[in-house]
C-alpha cells in the first residue's frame, strides 16, 4: 500500500495541517508584533542618541539623553533575547505538535491496514511509497501477481467517518506494484 498516499487523501490530515498552519500563522504574527516593538525602539534609540549629540543642548541634557540611551540599548539587547528565545521556543512547539498529529494519524492508519490485512489473510504489507536507507525505494521488484495495492481501499475506511463534503475522493486505483503478498495455498 501507499502509505504517503494515505495520509495525504484522509480527512483528518487536512484538518491537522490546518491546525498546524494556523498556529504557526499566529505564531508568525506574535513574532512580527515583537519586530514591530524593536523597530520602534531602534527609531527611538536613533533620536535619542542625536540628541544626546546635539551641541546646542546643554551638557547636562546631553548627559541625561546618553542614559536614556543606554537604557533603551539594554531594553532592546532585552528584546532581541526574547525575540530568539520565542522564535525558538515557538519553532520547537510547532515541531512537536506536528510530530505528535502525524503519530496520532499514523496509528488510526495502521489501525486500518492491520485489520485489513488481517481480514484478508495478508501475511506481509510493504510500504510502497517508503524508502530506503540511500533514499531509494524500499522493494525494488515483486513477481506480477503476487502484490495487491489496497491503498484505496484503506482511505475509503479512513475517510468513512468524514463530515460531508471534508472527504476526498480517493484517486484511481494505480497498477498494483509492490504492496502486501497473500499467503500462499499451494504446498511445494
Known sequence: MDLSKAFA???KTKGAQSQLKENADKAKEQLADRFATLKKLADDIEKIKKEAQDPVLSESIRAKKRSEFESKAQEIRS????????RQ???QQLQTEGMQQRKGLYEEILKVVNDKAKADQYDLVF?????GAMGLPFLIHAKEGTTQDFTAEVIVELNKDAPAGGAAAPAAE???AAAPTKPSTKKK
Open 79 to 86: 528584546l532581541e533575547r526574547d525575540i530568539n528565545e520565542f
Open 127 to 131: 510500504d510502497k511509497s517508503g524508502m
Open 174 to 176: 494505480e497498477k498494483p
Open 9 to 11: 487523501e484522509y480527512y
Open 89 to 91: 521556543l515557538r519553532e
